[in-house]
């Protein structure tokens, strides 16, 4: 039986290969895959933005290697931080609260 964590590492590859491919290299996202996985996975970080430049923003800082695509590394480097800032929100939140 597996981990929670070792559950949320395998969607997170299952999330990333199921937009990747889909037009051009399989092992990456093009802007158009990643405007997908964000717009359908990460509906919540989106619905508040008014940047309609959002998307492009993303894409060229995650874009390390500036191939105009993101790999696995590079989508994971997204995650992380998302997840990073959510952290520091709900601390700061129990802060506030006196937790």
């Given amino acids: 039986m597996s981990t929670p964590l070792e559950d949320a590492m395998d969607t997170l590859i299952r999330i990333f290969h199921h937009y990747s491919g889909k037009e051009g290299d399989r092992y990456k996202l093009s802007k158009g895959e990643l405007k997908e996985l964000l717009t359908s996975e990460l509906t919540d970080f989106l619905s508040g933005q008014k940047d309609l430049h959002l998307v492009d923003k993303i894409m060229k800082d995650l874009d390390s290697n500036k191939d105009n695509e993101v790999d ?7 995650v992380a931080a998302l997840t990073v800032a959510c952290n520091d929100f709900f601390e700061e939140q129990l802060k506030r609260e006196g937790f």
Avoid: A
Avoid at 72 to 78: A, C, D, G, K, N
């Fill in 72 to 78: 696995f590394h590079e989508f994971v480097i997204l």
